[in-house]
């Protein structure tokens, strides 16, 4: 049954639990009996000092409301009922005192003076001498006149990659028309003068936008430029260079994410002008710290050492099985520079970076790793402690917190949760990753990395069913992954990999990953990590038999295949079917796409190479929305993703996020009150919800569509550093191993003290 168009309040009913509602943290709330209930405390001195709403309200000037609510009180006690402004000057609709006691309905109507979609529904009910519980059911706040379907403004039909295109690789847009036959275009230099034209190809209706799309062809466009355009059926696109250097920028931003949201430092503005502010969780008031954390009640009577790291995402939780995918791909993306045909070190060298370690003879790259490294191995249990060698499967503060807040302001105690096997897999597989890369620049860091990478694969083969609950909730997400042979087989390879040892290489061949598929349709993830052992092994110079080296090269390239002819078949060319449109879905595209260039890189086939870049399109602008997912970067480009580290979208006074930050991008799954209040039509009976193209806003509150996490950026940070590399379309023959590499790798066989 469809909502009642009039209907202002989201969930008023508590069927979707606190979804769409915030509480003063204070009087945390929970739905109990279909009710919303809160303990609120006593010795309170104000009604605002414990507040329960819900904001994005939407009011018309000079409607008449009615706000309706059925509540109680444990004893009696006065609140006061709002309907006002959520943000300055906070002016108030509706303030109106009202006497609780048993359960009773309650009414209050006013005419709105103001026209906005920035209102607040508000019980405020502190000020009371005594604690006491508040329940609430059955809120609504109706009135109005119906609010017609959200339209999103997605500017020119003709849809291009408003970033760029390399001079040498394909050139594609697409045209959304009515038109059934091929349609004629032009594209224009900055100059406005005319430099190649033709007809379109119509695709017919595409799957995952419901829009009749035809595809433009202008490859044959490679002098350098900027301003470009390209008009078709009376529309003009948005303007884009044709540039060798057209990723160059994009490689450092994507990589200069990880400084600014790194934990436990301060962030200097010299490096990251607009983004300064002190070290995060480092035990400075008000933040009770990162430095000695305890365990959860049951979980060890111990404290650890867990700062520094990287912030996830949007807020303050730090996660081993996320920070381990997001070291893996900056480490990979370096690693690749020693074994890749066609690659420039120097770009990702000591100085390439704005890390504060530039200039200590690292490359830049792997000190940011690090940073997220040495978190990783401060999260292992100590030994002597129960299930020892074990990692604790993440740390973040006992209740969830609002926007905005920046890290030194977060003053919720901090816990350590369950080891978990997933976890302590990851610790093994990315500190192996890590011995061999840091063996160079520091022997005693990669000798620490190997103990603690042996340490942890030993407690896993003594642990190896421990899982995380997806019922950890409560101030952080889950992460949960009820399979854990993957991570088996990545840490085995990765171990192997780098010591050469047989014990390994009998856990690999053991593995129903050894010669299983690894390369799921929707492309590998945090959760799903079989594929990285299976990358490595083929690429990474190592003692595996010539024949299994060779098996693996052809399972990537078999992949690299499957993932092109669904881009060929989508009309906006990426590697996503219309089923794929899921959480972090630009992640997705583009973990596909650094499968099928590694594919280029062990053959030197060029269709691997183009279709890397042109699946990039999508994600620059090429695409249903006309929006380029990452900050800085495109005419129309997301800026209010979900952080509270980058609220500036609701105080002017915190940052935006920083260049360089990709959006996850549409979410069928609209799984945040913002996203499903907008995106989904209620004036039709059953509700609309949008085609998956479409399941996307660009607004801070909309988690599910517009969050910011590390392992999206580092799939981002390694696709354009592969681009980026690809300056003059040059060929690379097919990699092979030296003995000299051979023997590099062997000498990590050895035991390490």
């Known amino acids: 049954m469809a909502q009642d168009p009039l209907e202002r309040v989201f969930n008023g009913g508590f069927g979707e639990g606190t979804d769409g509602w915030f509480a003063s943290e204070a009087a945390p709330v929970s739905v109990v009996d279909g009710k919303l209930c809160a303990d609120v405390p006593g010795d309170t001195h104000q009604p605002s000092d414990v507040i329960i709403g819900q904001n994005d309200i939407w009011l ?53 003076r103001v026209d906005t979609d920035r209102a607040a529904v508000s019980f405020q009910i502190g000020g009371n001498p005594a604690a006491w519980r508040f329940r609430v ?63 379109s190809t119509p695709r017919g209706v595409d799957a995952s936008s419901g829009q009749q799309v035809h595809t433009v062809d202008f490859s044959a466009v490679t002098e350098d ?56 969780h480092v035990g400075v008031t008000p933040n009770q710290g990162d430095t000695s954390v305890p365990c959860q009640p049951g979980v060890g009577d111990y404290q650890l050492n867990v700062r520094g790291g990287w912030y996830d995402a949007g807020d303050h939780g730090k996660y081993v099985v996320n920070g381990g995918i997001a070291a893996y791909q900056l480490l990979s993306q370096f690693e690749r520079t020693r074994n890749a045909p066609v690659a420039r070190p120097d770009a990702l060298g000591d100085g390439s970076l704005r890390v504060p370690e530039r200039g200590n003879g690292v490359p830049d790259i792997l000190d940011e790793a690090r ?34 807040l920046p890290p030194e302001e977060d003053s919720q105690p901090r816990k350590l949760h369950p080891p978990s096997t997933a976890a302590t897999l990851n610790l093994a597989a990315t500190a192996a990753q890590g011995a061999r890369l840091y063996a160079p620049f520091d022997p005693d860091f990669a000798a620490r990395c190997l103990t603690a990478a042996r340490t942890a694969w030993a407690a896993a083969q003594a642990h190896p069913a421990i899982l995380a ?17 993957d991570e088996f087989y990545w840490a085995a390879a990765e171990l192997f990999i780098t ?87 630009n992640s997705f595209v583009l973990n596909k796409l650094a499968v099928i260039a590694t594919a280029f890189d062990l053959t030197g086939d060029e269709r691997y190479r183009d279709g890397v870049v042109e699946g990039l399109d999508y994600l620059f602008g090429r695409n249903a929305l006309n929006q380029s997912y990452v900050t800085g970067y495109g005419e129309h480009h997301s800026h209010n993703q979900h952080s509270r580290l980058y609220a500036h979208q609701i105080t002017p006074a915190s940052p935006a996020p920083p260049a360089g930050s990709i959006a996850g991008g549409p979410n069928t799954g609209l799984e945040d009150p913002k996203a499903r209040r907008v995106l989904i039509d209620r004036t039709v009976d059953p509700p609309k919800r949008p085609e998956p193209q479409f399941s ?26 592969f681009v980026a590399d690809q300056r003059d379309g040059g060929v690379p023959a097919t990699a092979t191993t030296s003995d000299e590499e051979t023997l590099s790798r062997a000498q990590w066989s050895a035991p390490v003290d």
Request: charged share 20%.
């Open 137 to 199: 059911d059955d809120v609504s706040l109706t009135g109005g006149d119906p609010l017609p379907p959200y339209v999103p403004d997605t500017g020119p039909r003709v849809r291009v990659n408003q970033v760029g295109y390399l001079p040498f690789g394909p050139k594609r847009a697409t045209v959304v028309t009515d038109a059934t036959e091929p349609i004629p275009w032009q594209v224009n230099n900055g100059a406005g003068i005319t430099v190649a034209s033709g007809t």
């Open 696 to 721: 996307y806003i660009d607004d801070i509150q909309s988690w599910s569509t517009n969050e910011i996490t590390i392992n999206w950026n580092s799939a981002l940070s390694w696709v354009i550093s």
């Open 469 to 485: 609950s997806k019922t950890d909730t409560i101030g952080g997400g889950a992460y949960d992954d009820a399979y854990v042979s």
């Open 371 to 404: 940073w997220e490294l040495e978190f990783l191995l401060r999260m292992q249990v100590p030994a002597g402690r129960p299930l020892a060698g074990m990692a604790h499967h993440k740390v973040h503060d006992e209740k969830w917190t609002g926007l905005p």
């Open 60 to 112: 018309q000037r000079d409607k008449p409301y009615a706000l309706s609510f059925t509540a109680s009180a444990s004893q009696p006690v006065r609140v006061k009922v709002q309907v006002q402004l959520s943000d300055e000057p906070w002016t108030a609709e509706l303030s109106q005192d009202i006497a609780l006691g048993p359960e009773q309905r309650h009414t209050c109507t006013f005419t709105s």
């Open 225 to 280: 430029g900027t301003g470009y355009t390209l008009s078709a059926d009376g529309e003009t696109s948005y303007p884009f260079d044709i540039s060798v250097s057209a990723y160059d920028q994009l490689r450092s931003d994507a990589l200069h994410f990880f400084y600014v949201q790194r934990s436990g430092i301060a962030i200097d503005d010299a490096l990251a002008p607009g983004y300064a502010r002190p070290a995060g």
């Open 499 to 585: 010591t050469g040892e047989q014990t390994f290489l009998d856990a690999l061949r053991a593995s129903p990953h050894w010669t299983g598929e690894v390369f799921p349709p929707s492309g590998f993830s945090w959760q799903d990590v079989a594929a990285l052992g299976r990358l490595d092994l083929a690429t990474v110079p190592s003692l595996l038999p010539d024949a299994d080296r060779d098996a693996a090269r052809a399972s990537v390239r078999a992949a690299a295949d499957q993932y092109l002819a669904t881009a060929r078949e989508q009309a906006y060319g990426m590697p996503l079917t219309k089923d794929e449109y899921l959480w972090g879905s």
